[in-house]
């Protein structure tokens, strides 16, 4: 099977598994899955962003939330410590979900590791493919997730998180948060974030 074939037909198993989500966003006249959204997003902004990039990070952009209603937030305790437990299972378990369906479809060990190892954000700031993942994940939160986001928390902990977004991201990815089509609203709390 070629690159460009399987690569598709890892999309629609990921698309598929996504399905099933019970959370549903409604986005330009249609309803979808929330995570088969979110998946479509990640890919088109990776296309935009980085053209040229590895299979294993395409991959990985796309099943970045696989099944993710799988295991909910409130599952842990509603703190810090309870957070970042959650985060952690949640990467150790997308990487799971996806080596399953990447086996199943003839992908090799080394493009699976890479994309187990990529869901897990090692090497942040030293490895370029997990380093445009995160420019990736932080576009696509800043693009579609962070005004619904900020307009029901307080603006200093909207502040906050907009500052270690930014501090995440690479200069690349900076300058083209700065190219999205953000609202005033959401230019302007960026705007206050990067000068407080």
């Given amino acids: ?10 999309f629609q ?11 549903t966003e409604d986005f330009e006249g249609t309803t979808y899955p ?3 959204l979110y998946g479509i997003r990640m890919t088109e902004r990776l296309n935009k962003f980085a053209p040229n990039a590895s299979e294993a990070l395409q991959l990985t952009a796309r099943c970045q939330h696989i099944c993710r209603w799988e295991i909910p937030r409130d ?3 509603m703190n810090r410590e309870g957070y970042l437990r959650w985060r952690q299972e949640l990467k150790k378990f ?5 080596s399953a369906i990447l086996k199943e479809i003839g992908y090799d060990e080394e493009t699976i590791a890479m994309v187990k190892f990529l869901l897990q954000k090692k090497q942040l700031k030293k490895n370029e493919d997990t380093q445009t993942l ?4 932080c576009l696509v939160f800043l693009e579609f997730y962070f005004e619904p986001f900020a307009i029901k928390h307080p603006e200093d902990k909207t502040i906050d998180i907009l500052q270690k977004t ?3 991201m690479s200069l690349k990815g900076q300058e ?3 190219k999205l089509p953000l609202s005033k609203f959401s230019l302007d709390l960026i705007t206050k974030a990067l000068h407080a």
């Fill in 1 to 10: 099977m070629a690159t460009s074939d399987r690569l598709l037909v890892a």
């Fill in 13 to 23: 198993h990921f698309d598929e598994a996504n399905k099933q989500d019970p959370n």
């Fill in 34 to 36: 929330k995570e088969v």
């Fill in 75 to 77: 599952s842990y305790e």
């Fill in 94 to 98: 997308h990487g799971e979900k996806a």
């Fill in 134 to 137: 995160e420019d990736i994940i």
């Fill in 166 to 168: 930014w501090k995440k």
């Fill in 176 to 178: 083209a948060t700065l």
